[in-house]
């Protein structure tokens, strides 16, 4: 099972230019990994923000791309998008790499 440093990690180790191609500002994780509270079958978490000009393709694409990178199912939630019932446990949980 995947673990929160490793997720971190690779989140860290992503080549800037790459992430630029799917218009990222930053990347964190957020719920039951960021918790260590993951089961099997969680999946990741992860509150992106965006930069402006992305579109539905680059979240498409980011998502494709981190589950190859990382081997495991991942769930992006764009930070504009955040419900703001949501938002307080969100941002308390999230972990920046």
């Known amino acids: 099972m995947t673990t929160q440093k490793e997720i971190l990690e690779t989140l860290s180790l992503l080549d800037r230019e790459r ?3 799917y218009k990222v500002q930053r990347i964190g994780l957020f719920g039951s990994y960021a918790r260590s509270e993951q089961r099997p079958g969680s999946d990741i978490d ?3 923000a965006f930069a402006d000009g992305a579109d539905l393709f680059d979240l498409a694409r980011l998502k494709y791309f981190l589950e190859e990178r990382l081997g495991h199912w991942v769930d992006i939630v764009p930070e504009r998008a955040l419900r703001n019932e949501l938002k ?6 999230v972990k920046y790499a």
Not at 88 to 93: E, G, Q
Request: no cysteine; charged share 35%; net charge neutral.
């Open 88 to 93: 307080k446990s969100v941002l308390a949980d």
């Open 19 to 21: 992430v630029k191609d």
């Open 46 to 48: 992860l509150l992106v």
